[in-house]
């Protein structure tokens, strides 16, 4: 008999109200909701260092280039990145030579004097700008990730 009277004791006084359970489920959405945010806005930034990186390994082939062909950045007649594919990168580097993750990789230029490469960013979501590099390694970045923004301003990492 004690015992069934601490049984109902014990029910009575451990049940949670709904204001409370709305309570603790309100405060762990909103801290879910914070880590997708910062969980996205980190993906931008590893995004981001990804394609610098990416694009100072190619100033590092067209240097490389350079050093073995009497300082000439090309040939001529290289317009593409086809001999630093061949040179340096596996194929699964670069898919069809163009894109790799989140970024589309476009020649600018290659001429004799130097270079001009773009990591253009896929998709606006997932990067906030986009990146060139040019003769040198220097690197610079536009505003926006827009296609269309190719206004470039100089850019230390």
Known sequence: MKNMAFIRKF????????????FVVLIVSLLVSLAVVEGVTLRKKANEA????????????????????????????ES???????????????????QLGNFRYVVGSINPSGYDVRGMAVNTALADHNYQISTGGRIARSDTSQSSDT???DYAS
């Open 11 to 22: 029910n009575s006084q451990s049940a949670f109200t709904l204001v409370e359970i709305m």
């Open 50 to 77: 990804n394609v610098q990186a990416n694009l100072k390994g190619i100033a590092s082939g067209f240097e490389i280039y350079a050093a073995g062909h009497s300082g000439a950045y090309a040939a001529g007649n």
């Open 80 to 98: 593409n990145l086809q001999f630093l594919v061949d040179a340096k990168c596996t194929s699964q580097d670069f898919v069809s030579m163009a």
């Open 151 to 153: 206004d470039f301003k």
